[in-house]
């Protein structure tokens, strides 16, 4: 069964620290079954806060979504992005 991953970035503190993270962050995806379904487009918020940006990723399954995310390439850009 797909699972998915949605991003949400709720405001930018820091405009170069988010540019280092969005260079870095697409490399990670290499060598994993995603497809990026939604990447910082058109959205509006219908409840809750307002965000400026959302990013929504597609894997086949559970398993392969968590693999990716506790790769050892993942960490490289998410201290950047939790700043």
């Not at 490399?27 to 910082?40: C, F, I, N």
């Not at 559970?62 to 490289?76: I, L, N, Q, R, V």
């Amino acid at each position: 069964m797909a699972t998915y991953i949605v991003f949400t970035r709720e405001s930018t503190r820091d405009a170069s620290e988010l540019a280092t993270y969005s260079e870095q962050v697409g490399d990670t995806l290499t060598g994993h079954p995603v497809t990026v379904l939604a990447a910082y487009g058109r959205q509006e918020v219908l409840e809750g806060p307002d965000v400026e940006g959302v990013v929504i990723l597609e894997f086949p399954t559970f398993e392969a979504a968590k693999a990716w995310y506790d790769s050892p390439a993942y960490p490289t850009p998410l201290p950047v992005a939790t700043a």
